[in-house]
């Protein structure tokens, strides 16, 4: 079987590069010429733990091929998966533009039957609108042509996106005939052994499905942080409250701990997506809407602490900040929609400076936001606290969790920390004589009512 890929970016290339380690014949097809000539050079345009090896293992075995060709990619596969971008609009849909042209590629090229399969997260009726799209060039092209179209999101995370690929919980198949979803039982026959993890149903459903799960998961959190908004005006620690509920099968200990708030490519805006797909139609997205408010308040939380330590943000003009993560959370190099952002900007703004570091993202931040005197980037953890009016966390990598805090007080002008991951216990270093803000951290955090 051949498979061909559109769009080489975290889903397409993780999909095509694990497909090949499945030992299929994949074609990774992307319009950027730079970034398939990198890859071809074995250059991984992201940050993704185990995805290196895959993907030069794979080239090398001649698994693994890259075109910016869009007829090589469809007279490639059979299977014509479309893992294109999908970036909000202007009002929070999902613009279409780039699944719309691969499925006119497809339409202009293909001179056999093809199975196209939505991997990309698109709004409920997309798989209509590529249908429509390929059978109206087909029809321009006053060809006979047969093709079917499959959804098939995709739930891999960012930091373990391989091994969710190789290990998936679940492959959901929205397929209109037993006999495409037949087609995608095989195809997916390497990843789906031992149990069965294949769900298969309508396509609507499928496509409703990845907002469903997403959006979920962004309830749990946004819940999470008004919980621990409360919990700072009451007195009470949100991380207590946090493993009480957890306790509860009903409820679980995933995804509700309490935070500077969720960033990433996905939950920010799928769940705009999906409150504005609720409000075309007519249905007022009350809590969807109100998901998306706290997470964006939440991402001021930690300069409100900040500023309010420093009596005002009037007070915070020629500071300087240490800042421990960059990227949206840990084992990515990814800055889309990351907390920190947020933070360094209202920084900036009141005129502190940043000296930051994060073990993977620090060239992507560059990329971002360029050479500006307000922004230093620092080689160590240790090397960005020199001389810093305060720390402030805002990812969680593994490197942070013990560091040593008697040689942290040497190096910063007071030792207080802003802690947006919650990750130490504000009673020892109050004892070791830190002032310590976590998010809903009790009397930490207690603000006045
Ligand atoms: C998410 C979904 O998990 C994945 O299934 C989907 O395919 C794509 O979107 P990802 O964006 O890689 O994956 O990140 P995820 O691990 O879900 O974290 C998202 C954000 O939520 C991060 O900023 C993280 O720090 C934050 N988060 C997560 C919390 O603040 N609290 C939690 O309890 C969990």
């Avoid at 380690?21 to 730079?34: H, L």
């Avoid at 997506?273 to 997470?295: F, K, V």
């Avoid at 009016?389 to 942070?400: A, M």
């Avoid at 013990?402 to 947006?420: N, T």
């Amino acid at each position: 079987m051949k498979i061909t890929i559109f769009g080489t970016g975290y889903v397409g290339l993780v999909t095509g590069a694990c497909f090949a380690e499945a030992g299929y014949q994949v074609m990774c097809v992307d319009i950027d010429k730079e970034k398939i000539e990198r890859l071809k050079q074995g250059i991984i345009p992201i940050y993704e733990p185990g995805l290196d090896r895959v993907v030069k293992e794979n080239y090398a075995a001649q698994r693994l091929h890259f075109s910016t060709s869009a007829g090589e990619g469809v007279a490639f596969g059979e299977f014509q998966f479309i893992a294109v971008g999908t970036p909000p609009d202007e009002d929070g849909s999902a613009d279409l533009k780039y699944v719309l042209a691969v499925a006119e590629e497809i339409g202009r090229h293909m001179e056999q039957h093809r199975i196209v399969i939505d991997k990309s997260t698109v709004p409920v009726g997309t798989a209509d609108k590529v249908r429509a799209k390929i059978s109206s060039v087909l029809a321009e092209r006053k060809v006979d042509l047969t093709f079917d179209v499959i959804s098939n999101p995709e739930f891999l995370k960012e930091g373990s996106a391989v091994a969710d690929f190789m290990k998936p919980d679940r492959i959901v198949i929205g397929a209109d005939s037993p006999a495409n979803a037949e087609r995608m039982r095989e195809l997916y026959a390497p990843f789906n052994r031992n149990h069965d993890r294949l769900i298969v149903m309508d396509i609507r459903s499928a496509e409703l499905t990845k907002y469903a799960a997403n959006a979920m998961l962004a309830t749990k959190i946004s819940f999470m942080n008004e919980i621990s908004n409360l919990a700072e005006r009451l007195g009470a620690d949100v991380e207590n409250v946090r493993i009480g509920i957890g306790s509860d099968p009903r409820i679980g200990y995933q995804f509700i701990y309490a935070g500077c708030g969720y960033g990433g490519s996905c939950f920010p805006k799928d769940v705009q997506a999906l409150a504005r797909t609720a409000s075309t139609i007519g249905y007022e997205p009350r809590l969807l809407n109100a998901i998306e408010a706290i997470n964006q308040d939440q991402k001021t939380r930690l300069f409100e602490l900040v500023s309010r330590h420093f009596d005002g943000a009037g007070n915070l003009r020629g500071k300087v900040f240490a800042l421990w993560g960059l990227a949206f959370k840990p084992n990515t190099d990814d800055m889309r929609e990351a907390p920190s952002r947020v933070l360094m900007e209202a920084l900036w703004a009141a005129g502190a400076r940043v000296q930051a570091y994060d073990p993977e993202a620090m060239e992507e931040t560059q990329r971002i936001y360029g050479a500006r005197e307000d922004l230093v980037l620092m080689g160590t953890k240790e090397a960005a606290l020199k001389g810093a009016d305060g720390l402030v966390i805002c990812t969680e990598w593994k490197g942070f969790t013990a560091p040593d805090f008697a040689v942290m007080a040497q190096q910063l002008k007071q030792p207080v920390i802003f802690d947006g991951r919650n990750l130490y216990d504000p009673s020892r270093l109050q004892a070791k004589g830190w002032t310590y803000y976590g998010i809903g951290r009790g009397a930490s955090c207690k603000r006045d009512n």
